[in-house]
């Protein structure tokens, strides 16, 4: 079975630009919830999709927003880009029947802003 | 502030020695986990607590949670360099995940 793939890998944009990083989750997982994590902040929840629906949102600014297609597959984005962003962003996937699930995570996006 | 929080926050140890990471809150949870992430990877999950005092071991490492269920502690015995990585506790106190602080272990051959 093929764990969570994102895509890119790595990425190096500047500031005021805008970025869409992909996830596809484990064939049969419905939840695909994203985090940013950085050395001072630690893991933090951005938020998460079910069914294409956004069911759960973290604390972020309305510059990051996503999406879930009928697959699954789900996309984020950040426009407006400022060097705080700078960040390793997680997608985790789960068959989103319980809020506790076991999360698989995919290897992240690297994301680089000068 | 962090509703988990881990220590120690970084941890350098030789081969073969014991050592323990906690993770604390002032929230009860229903469970907890406890994932390990390697460099250039994203976290894996090691195992799940769910009843207040269960132990659970994995091979070398053993796993507790407070009989509150506000926190669990890590202990690996005889810590190898495989054992080397950011140790994450997180739990579900509402409707989403949140993440300890990361207790980041190295242990040298």
């Known amino acids: 079975k093929a764990g969570v793939t994102q895509t890119p890998r790595y990425l190096i944009k500047t500031r005021g630009q805008q970025v869409t990083l992909s996830c596809s989750p484990i064939?049969?997982?419905?939840?695909v919830s994203w985090y940013q994590q950085t050395p001072g902040q630690g893991l933090q929840f951005l938020f998460e999709y079910f069914s294409e629906t956004q069911r759960n949102k973290g604390n972020f600014p309305g510059r990051f927003s996503g999406r879930q297609f009928s697959n699954s597959r789900s996309e984020m984005n950040v426009s407006t880009l400022e060097l705080g962003d700078s960040a390793l962003y997680l997608c985790?996937?789960?068959?989103?029947?319980?809020?506790?699930?076991?999360?698989?995570f995919g290897s992240g996006t690297q994301l680089s802003v000068l | 502030t962090q509703l988990l929080e881990q220590s120690p926050q970084f941890l350098s140890i030789q081969e073969g020695e014991n050592l323990t990471v906690y993770c604390n809150s002032s929230?009860?949870?229903?469970?907890l986990q406890w994932y390990r992430q390697e460099p250039g990877e994203g976290p894996v999950l090691l195992v799940t607590v769910v009843t207040g005092g269960e132990v659970k071991k994995l091979k070398r490492l053993t796993f507790q949670f407070g009989d509150a269920r506000k926190d669990s502690s890590l202990h690996i015995t005889a810590a190898q360099p495989g054992d080397t990585g950011l140790y994450l506790c997180?739990?579900?106190?509402?409707?989403?995940?949140?993440f300890g602080t990361g207790t980041s272990l190295t242990v040298i051959p």
């Open positions: 929230s009860v949870f229903s469970s």
């Open positions: 064939s049969g997982h419905r939840s």
């Open positions: 997180a739990g579900v106190p509402g409707n989403q995940f949140y």
């Open positions: 985790a996937s789960s068959y989103g029947r319980q809020s506790n699930e076991k999360l698989f």
